[in-house]
């Protein structure tokens, strides 16, 4: 949600900041735009997508400049409300959204300031350049300034005359690439692999002073602060397109590699062992009596999947939590719970807030599953299991959900280990399917051509119903998401003995009706709930086992997995979905990587 890039340097930055907007389009935004200093002040703006920004930019050079792509919160998307905003002789930019704003600007226009723009960012530069008559030092004026902001903020700031770009954070993300010619900042590693793989991840509060030759960086304190630098792992390779026609494509088909990535700490292992969480888990998880999991979006349908598995592995309570609900109710704590946060990118700002709401209750078993290690999610956090999806683009999230689901498995063998509810033979059975795992949904991809003859059966129509059972209720809950964002088809999810009680009032030859058919326990009960629908005249389309003897005839479309999964099954359910609603999109002609209205990593509530 909303991109930053900044850059000093000894060359002409104005390609770097371009490419690295175009690397954050994924962020979900609805304007870009650039300052730059040359020496003056020059400042280009425009709506819609990077590629015209970058048409102004042609031939421009300068050495100094920051850069943006805004996803609209205060005030529709217009030129006059995208940033940098300017005041006096200093641009900004900001993500994220200042909650007191509304107070700021009534003491800035007393002050004879004026407002081009209705966004909450302009108050920054206003107040920066009021602070300035005071504290003339920009970085002095800045630290000033963000103690006065309340809510969450990642800002860049540059000043006329100032051969320095000045950044600080709070709540938002934001990190510094040290490179051999100058420095820069950015919102995600990825917009800087072009230049440097070195990193540091500015921390809660910091400010800090990019200069051509060096950087500094304060704390919230107020004092020096010393923060690690990290080397990226994360090759340009991994951002590119190469042979697919959108990153989502790309990224479901990478979804084998990502769970062979995720799942190589048990390659010989020949138990689970708690301390993949870890060095304190062990201690940790030995006294845990029940399971919080607090989520958003396609990372709560994960742990609604994983409450199966940790009730019926482990034997412990799990109950799964929308994080913008659970934050803001009165809730009973538990110092004996798990809490559990699971989050693609590590700074979902609802699910950090739940996270450091259920510390403030005494709650201090917590845990993250995140994809992203430097993340403010996984720093919040007593213990850690890192995702290795790499990155993750496209806005409808696919491989970080698999990798999730694959987390939280190993997280509920863990737990029945520890609670001695695995035997021997179940263990080494549990092991060597997520060993399996990725060559089983190799199989499950060679599907697509049959699934995208599907999508054009029904990419016509206006409304969706999917329906599961059991572990696959949350995954026919992804299938929905997943048609709705980016195909833009209204699509809802119900667990299927749920027809009678409502939703089988809407079915009809107009409401394709998709359903995922596991051979498992529920299988016969699903089979009448089918024979319910196709008795109102609804088309229904079926992924099932080999074995679930569904078959074909007019009106029922079935489409077999290669092979039963058992408990791991909706790890490989949820693959056609996911190809389902991008070949539907296809046929559509929507924007599959850049659903309207939606950001990638969602940094404000």
Same mark, same amino acid.
């Given at each position: 949600?909303?991109?930053?890039?900044?850059?000093?340097?000894?060359?002409?930055?104005?390609?770097?900041?371009?490419?690295?907007?175009?690397?954050?389009?994924?962020?979900?935004?609805?304007?870009?735009?650039?300052?730059?200093?040359?020496?003056?002040?020059?400042?280009?703006?425009?709506?819609?997508?990077?590629?015209?920004?970058?048409?102004?930019?042609?031939?421009?050079?300068?050495?100094?400049?920051?850069?943006?792509?805004?996803?609209?919160?205060?005030?529709?998307?217009?030129?006059?409300?995208?940033?940098?905003?300017?005041?006096?002789?200093?641009?900004?930019?900001?993500?994220?959204?200042?909650?007191?704003?509304?107070?700021?600007?009534?003491?800035?226009?007393?002050?004879?300031?004026?407002?081009?723009?209705?966004?909450?960012?302009?108050?920054?530069?206003?107040?920066?350049?009021?602070?300035?008559?005071?504290?003339?030092?920009?970085?002095?004026?800045?630290?000033?300034?963000?103690?006065?902001?309340?809510?969450?903020?990642?800002?860049?700031?540059?000043?006329?005359?100032? $051969?320095?770009?000045? +950044? /600080?954070?709070? =709540?938002?993300?934001?990190?510094?690439?040290? #490179?051999? @010619? *100058?420095?820069? &900042? !950015?919102?995600?590693?990825?917009?800087?692999?072009?230049?440097?793989?070195?990193?540091?991840?500015? $921390?809660?509060?910091? +400010? /800090?002073?990019? =200069?051509?030759?060096?950087?500094?960086?304060? #704390?919230? @304190? *107020?004092?020096? &602060? !010393?923060?690690?630098?990290?080397?990226?792992?994360?090759?340009?390779?991994?951002?590119?397109?190469? $042979?697919?026609?959108?990153?989502?494509?790309?990224?479901?088909?990478?979804?084998?590699?990502?769970?062979?990535?995720?799942?190589?700490?048990?390659?010989?292992?020949?138990?689970?062992?708690?301390?993949?969480?870890?060095?304190?888990?062990? $201690?940790?998880?030995?006294?845990?009596?029940?399971?919080?999991?607090?989520?958003?979006?396609?990372?709560?349908?994960?742990?609604?999947?994983?409450?199966?598995?940790?009730?019926?592995?482990?034997?412990?309570?799990?109950?799964?939590?929308?994080?913008?609900?659970?934050?803001?109710?009165?809730?009973?704590?538990?110092?004996?719970?798990?809490?559990?946060?699971?989050?693609?990118?590590?700074?979902?700002?609802?699910?950090?807030?739940?996270?450091?709401?259920?510390?403030?209750?005494?709650?201090?078993?917590?845990?993250?599953?995140?994809?992203?290690?430097?993340?403010?999610?996984?720093?919040?956090?007593?213990?850690?299991?890192?995702?290795?999806?790499?990155?993750?683009?496209?806005?409808?999230?696919?491989?970080?959900?698999?990798?999730?689901?694959?987390?939280?498995?190993?997280?509920?063998?863990?737990?029945?280990?520890?609670?001695?509810?695995?035997?021997?033979?179940?263990?080494?059975?549990?092991?060597?399917?997520?060993?399996?795992?990725?060559?089983?949904?190799?199989?499950?991809?060679?599907?697509?051509?049959?699934?995208?003859?599907?999508?054009?059966?029904?990419?016509?129509?206006?409304?969706?119903?999917?329906?599961?059972?059991?572990?696959?209720?949350?995954?026919?809950?992804?299938?929905?998401?997943?048609?709705?964002?980016?195909?833009?088809?209204?699509?809802?999810?119900?667990?299927?003995?749920?027809?009678?009680?409502?939703?089988?009032?809407?079915?009809?030859?107009?409401?394709?009706?998709?359903?995922?058919?596991?051979?498992?326990?529920?299988?016969?009960?699903?089979?009448?709930?089918?024979?319910?629908?196709?008795?109102?005249?609804?088309?229904?389309?079926?992924?099932?086992?080999?074995?679930?003897?569904?078959?074909?005839?007019?009106?029922?479309?079935?489409?077999?997995?290669?092979?039963?999964?058992?408990?791991?099954?909706?790890?490989?359910?949820?693959?056609?979905?996911?190809?389902?609603?991008?070949?539907?999109?296809?046929?559509?002609?929507?924007?599959?990587?850049?659903?309207?209205?939606?950001?990638?990593?969602?940094?404000?509530?």
């Amino acid at each position: 949600m909303c991109g930053i890039v900044a850059a000093v340097a000894n060359r002409n930055i104005v390609p770097v900041l371009v490419e690295g907007l175009r690397k954050l389009e994924y962020r979900g935004y609805d304007s870009a735009g650039l300052a730059l200093l040359d020496p003056g002040l020059t400042r280009l703006r425009s709506v819609g997508r990077v590629a015209e920004l970058a048409a102004q930019a042609e031939g421009k050079a300068a050495e100094l400049g920051i850069a943006h792509t805004r996803w609209a919160t205060h005030g529709v998307p217009s030129e006059k409300n995208a940033h940098p905003h300017i005041s006096g002789g200093l641009a900004v930019v900001h993500n994220g959204i200042i909650e007191n704003y509304a107070e700021l600007k009534q003491e800035l226009l007393a002050a004879g300031y004026a407002f081009g723009s209705d966004t909450d960012t302009e108050v920054i530069a206003h107040l920066i350049q009021e602070t300035l008559k005071s504290a003339p030092d920009l970085f002095a004026a800045v630290q000033c300034v963000t103690r006065r902001l309340v809510g969450a903020y990642a800002i860049a700031v540059l000043r006329e005359g100032e $051969e320095r770009i000045v +950044v /600080a954070r709070h =709540g938002a993300p934001l990190l510094l690439g040290l #490179g051999t @010619d *100058g420095h820069y &900042a !950015a919102s995600d590693a990825s917009a800087l692999l072009q230049v440097t793989r070195r990193m540091v991840y500015l $921390e809660e509060g910091d +400010v /800090a002073e990019l =200069g051509r030759a060096g950087y500094r960086i304060v #704390g919230a @304190d *107020g004092t020096a &602060a !010393a923060r690690a630098v990290h080397e990226s792992t994360l090759s340009a390779d991994a951002v590119e397109l190469g $042979e697919y026609r959108h990153y989502m494509q790309k990224e479901i088909f990478e979804q084998p590699q990502a769970l062979a990535a995720t799942l190589e700490m048990i390659g010989g292992a020949q138990t689970f062992s708690a301390n993949l969480f870890g060095a304190a888990a062990p $201690e940790l998880l030995a006294d845990v009596k029940s399971v919080l999991i607090i989520a958003c979006g396609t990372s709560y349908h994960a742990g609604l999947v994983a409450r199966y598995w940790i009730e019926q592995l482990a034997g412990l309570p799990c109950t799964v939590e929308v994080a913008s609900e659970y934050r803001y109710r009165v809730s009973v704590p538990n110092p004996r719970q798990l809490v559990v946060a699971i989050s693609q990118s590590g700074e979902t700002a609802d699910t950090l807030a739940s996270v450091k709401h259920a510390k403030a209750l005494g709650m201090g078993k917590t845990l993250a599953i995140c994809n992203v290690p430097e993340s403010a999610i996984v720093r919040e956090c007593a213990l850690r299991f890192l995702t290795r999806a790499g990155p993750e683009i496209g806005v409808a999230s696919t491989k970080a959900f698999t990798t999730q689901l694959a987390a939280l498995f190993l997280l509920a063998a863990t737990l029945a280990k520890q609670n001695g509810r695995l035997t021997a033979g179940q263990e080494a059975a549990h092991l060597a399917s997520l060993r399996h795992l990725p060559v089983a949904l190799q199989k499950v991809l060679a599907l697509e051509p049959g699934i995208a003859e599907w999508a054009g059966l029904f990419a016509d129509k206006r409304h969706a119903l999917f329906l599961g059972r059991g572990p696959h209720y949350p995954i026919a809950l992804e299938g929905a998401l997943k048609l709705k964002e980016i195909s833009y088809i209204h699509a809802e999810a119900y667990p299927a003995g749920e027809l009678k009680h409502g939703p089988l009032a809407l079915v009809d030859a107009d409401m394709p009706v998709i359903s995922v058919a596991p051979n498992d326990a529920l299988l016969e009960k699903l089979k009448s709930n089918l024979k319910e629908v196709a008795a109102r005249g609804g088309e229904l389309y079926v992924f099932a086992d080999g074995d679930s003897q569904v078959e074909a005839e007019a009106g029922l479309h079935v489409l077999r997995l290669p092979e039963h999964y058992g408990a791991l099954s909706p790890v490989l359910h949820v693959v056609p979905l996911q190809l389902l609603a991008y070949h539907a999109a296809l046929v559509k002609g929507t924007d599959v990587d850049k659903p309207r209205n939606l950001a990638k990593s969602v940094t404000v509530e």
